[in-house]
């Protein structure tokens, strides 16, 4: 029976490029700038090419292609689309606290570049020159007493000594970046300045870091003005939704390459970059024998396609249901490779040039993360002729890369929330991104402070790492292994589920589940710290459920049913043993390896009081909780002894149907038109 409107079109893509382009953004991240040369480099330099395709083509395709034709089939995104098997409709949940958590501290590094951004545009670069207040080691001319006598210059010319009396102590592990702490004759206190310049800059004049997590200190309000500025640009790119954000990202999506073309072409220009290249590309073929170079490989993969986070999920929701997602699934992980190692020659060809020019190694030159792009690089950028000429392209083209990325996480929340709830808010779309980005702009404000520097790292060391991978390898399994068997069939086949009389499936389903609690449990009896569950978290957990639910309970025979109706051809048989077995394998290799080798953030970094780790730990339980609690609200709510209730949630919902069956166009997507069976399976 066709179903009634809900009240609003849910949408879709006026054209395939969007979508394209939409994927791109939100694959291509600041990790694909700051991370991926980095840990090539460290890794076998073109060696860790092998491994990190072998890793793209193992998991990476299968797992893109997972999620783009789930979705695309049931035209639901993430925070719904789990009505394929209700009892796992916790994963879409956490999900999506993934992606909000980080949708909060990912704008506080888009203010940050924004702010280089307009500095940018001064006379003198800010960190090029000495600054009254700014500490340095490349300023400090003499030291007398409690005194300190700078020199404002630009690089080479002094000028006029400035008295600088502010003492501040130093922070030293963040970032790699180093601080000199040793004392020569007749200078005293050189523990209280910054090496260069750009540290310095960084530290005070940016961040004004405090000691510790346990300091918060006041706001800096400049970077307040731009988290600000930053969510406002956010909304106004997605006012209208998708429709608005399909424009938006032709922008977005390639400014960022055409300046990073302009970036590599200068780079590749200045005296030894050549050197920098050989250093990134040259192959040690030594290190493909090390089990931690694969695991390199395979953990850039995962963190660069973003599988865990739902982005994909949400946008192959809004896809014409015949859209070839096959094709999309084998076009994403090629650019975004090729993005990674196209980034990595223009990172190491300037780092190249930093090393002649300091005299250095690239070995010691060569940082990650903030380290990199907010010391390392602004300080080879003002040597450069226009010095701010290069400094505004080069920090455009991260608040780019970071904008194009920021919609995807907005979105997929506001996603989730109207699909959970569409008759109180598809008609209210705006008024949601609107709620999404004012929420998520004050949950910011912490991070903005002068203790924020060290609740972001926290944040991000633990947020990424616990639960993202086991909720993929869940949603893989429960597709691959209980939905498609022979006994499962697709509907297409003139097969319904009503008419199984086998328990086999239920009897398999309940066996993966209790080999899953031992997994665990002898995962947990053996650690020996509670501070190692801190890889566990957010990331690892989320992959493993959803390889799970996906390969082992809804079936790849059916799966590859559905996506034969929407492509018209049957997927090569190589990603339903994918799906099955190389990429739930793989998964669990990466998350132990990963666990057994996890150090918690106070280990490895200064700052942080006892109590860090443990407000880590529960922040990483955060996308796990839904879990658990939808799965006992799901079966607690129906009737019958807990035998058919365990049999009815493992069922698909009867709205897990193609949007066309539901009644509606195909760019039309009504979420009531069927009717919802069973109470567990109504509501969210």
């Known amino acids: 029976m066709p179903g009634k409107k809900s009240g609003s079109e849910r949408g879709g893509w006026d054209s395939w490029f969007e979508f394209l382009f939409s994927c791109l953004g939100?694959?291509?991240?600041?990790?694909?700038?700051?991370?991926?040369?980095?840990?090539?480099?460290?890794?076998?330099?073109?060696?860790?090419?092998?491994?990190?395709f072998v890793s793209m083509i193992v998991c990476g395709c299968p797992l893109i292609f997972l999620e783009t034709a789930y979705c695309q089939y049931s035209s639901l995104g993430p925070g719904k689309v789990?009505?394929?098997?209700?009892?796992?409709?916790?994963?879409?949940?956490?999900?999506?606290?993934?992606?909000?958590?980080?949708?909060?501290?990912?704008?506080?590094?888009?203010?940050?570049?924004?702010?280089?951004?307009?500095?940018?545009?001064?006379?003198s670069l800010p960190w090029s020159v000495c600054q009254p207040g700014l500490r340095s080691l490349e300023c400090l001319e003499m030291v007398n007493g409690n005194d300190s006598l700078m020199f404002d210059s630009n690089r080479n010319n002094a000028s006029t000594p400035t008295l600088l009396t502010t003492a501040a102590p130093v922070v030293a592990n963040l970032s790699t970046v180093s601080v000199v702490s040793t004392e020569a004759s007749g200078v005293h206190n050189l523990s209280d300045f910054y090496?260069?310049?750009?540290?310095?800059?960084?530290?005070?004049?940016?961040?004004?870091?405090?000691?510790?997590?346990?300091?918060?200190?006041?706001?800096?309000?400049?970077?307040?003005?731009?988290?600000?500025?930053?969510?406002?640009?956010?909304?106004?790119?997605?006012?209208?939704?998708?429709?608005?954000?399909?424009?938006?990202?032709?922008?977005?999506?390639?400014?960022?390459?055409?300046?990073?073309?302009?970036?590599?072409?200068?780079?590749?220009?200045?005296?030894?970059?050549?050197?920098?290249?050989?250093?990134?590309?040259?192959p040690v073929w030594d290190k493909l024998l090390s089990f931690q170079v694969w695991r390199n490989a395979a953990s850039q993969v995962f963190f660069s396609i973003g599988m865990g986070f739902g982005l994909i999920s949400t946008l192959a929701s809004y896809n014409k249901f015949h859209n070839n997602c096959y094709?999309?699934?084998?076009?994403?992980?090629?650019?975004?490779?090729?993005?990674?190692?196209?980034?990595?020659?223009?990172?190491?060809?300037?780092?190249?040039?930093?090393?002649?020019?300091?005299?250095?190694?690239?070995?010691?030159?060569?940082?990650?993360?903030?380290?990199?792009?907010?010391?390392?690089?602004?300080?080879?950028l003002s040597t450069l002729p226009l010095p701010q000429l290069w400094s505004v392209l080069f920090f455009s083209m991260l608040f780019f890369v970071g904008l194009d990325s920021q919609f995807m996480h907005v979105q997929g929340v506001a996603t989730a929330l109207t699909d959970c709830f569409p008759d109180q808010l598809r008609q209210r779309k705006t008024q949601v991104t609107l709620a999404v980005c004012v929420i998520s702009f004050f949950l910011g404000i912490p991070i903005t402070t002068q203790g924020g520097f060290y609740l972001l790292n926290l944040?991000?060391?633990?947020?990424?790492?616990?639960?993202?991978?086991?909720?993929?390898?869940?949603?893989?399994?429960?597709?691959?292994?209980?939905?498609?068997?022979?006994?499962?069939?697709?509907?297409?086949?003139?097969?319904?589920?009503?008419?199984?009389?086998?328990?086999?499936?239920?009897?398999?389903?309940?066996?993966?589940?209790?080999?899953?609690?031992r997994v665990n449990g002898v995962t947990l009896s053996s650690l020996r710290s509670w501070s190692k569950l801190g890889f566990m978290g957010e990331w690892s957990n989320i992959v493993f459920l959803e390889v799970m639910v996906l390969a082992w309970i809804y079936g790849t025979d059916r799966l590859f049913e559905d996506i034969s109706a929407m492509i018209g051809d049957r997927p090569h048989v190589i990603f339903k043993f994918a799906w099955k077995y190389f990429t739930p394998a793989f998964v669990i290799v990466l998350w132990l390896s990963g666990l057994f080798n996890f150090t918690s953030i106070g280990?490895?970094?200064t700052g942080y009081p006892p109590w860090a780790d443990t407000l880590g730990i529960l922040i990483g339980f955060l996308p796990i909780l839904p879990v658990p609690v939808k799965m006992a609200w799901t079966l607690l709510r129906d009737e019958g002894d807990f035998r058919k209730r365990l049999r009815r949630c493992v069922r698909p919902s009867p709205l897990w149907k193609p949007a066309v069956e539901r009644g509606v166009k195909d760019d039309d997507y009504d979420l009531d038109g069927s009717g919802e069976g069973t109470s567990l399976n109504g509501g969210v």
């Open 26 to 52: 939100s694959m291509v991240g600041l990790g694909n700038i700051w991370r991926f040369p980095y840990v090539c480099y460290r890794s076998g330099g073109g060696a860790f090419l092998i491994p990190f």
């Open 82 to 123: 789990w009505v394929v098997c209700p009892l796992f409709k916790g994963i879409g949940f956490g999900m999506m606290t993934v992606t909000f958590v980080v949708s909060i501290y990912y704008t506080v590094i888009m203010a940050w570049t924004l702010y280089y951004v307009v500095s940018s545009f001064r006379a």
């Open 195 to 282: 090496e260069t310049n750009e540290e310095a800059y960084w530290f005070q004049g940016v961040l004004n870091i405090s000691t510790g997590l346990g300091e918060l200190g006041e706001i800096q309000w400049p970077i307040l003005v731009c988290l600000l500025v930053a969510w406002i640009l956010v909304f106004l790119c997605l006012i209208r939704g998708i429709k608005s954000m399909g424009k938006v990202v032709y922008v977005a999506a390639t400014v960022p390459y055409l300046i990073l073309t302009c970036l590599l072409i200068r780079g590749c220009l200045l005296p030894g970059a050549g050197n920098g290249l050989y250093f990134y590309m040259v």
């Open 327 to 380: 094709r999309d699934a084998m076009i994403l992980p090629v650019l975004d490779c090729g993005t990674s190692v196209f980034a990595g020659l223009i990172i190491f060809s300037f780092l190249g040039y930093m090393a002649s020019i300091t005299g250095k190694s690239v070995d010691q030159v060569a940082q990650e993360g903030p380290g990199l792009v907010f010391v390392a690089y602004p300080s080879v």
């Open 459 to 517: 944040i991000d060391w633990y947020i990424a790492s616990f639960s993202v991978m086991f909720i993929v390898f869940l949603e893989v399994m429960v597709l691959a292994w209980i939905y498609g068997r022979k006994i499962m069939v697709c509907r297409v086949n003139g097969v319904t589920l009503s008419s199984l009389r086998s328990w086999s499936k239920l009897g398999f389903m309940v066996g993966i589940k209790i080999m899953v609690c």
């Open 603 to 605: 280990e490895e970094n």
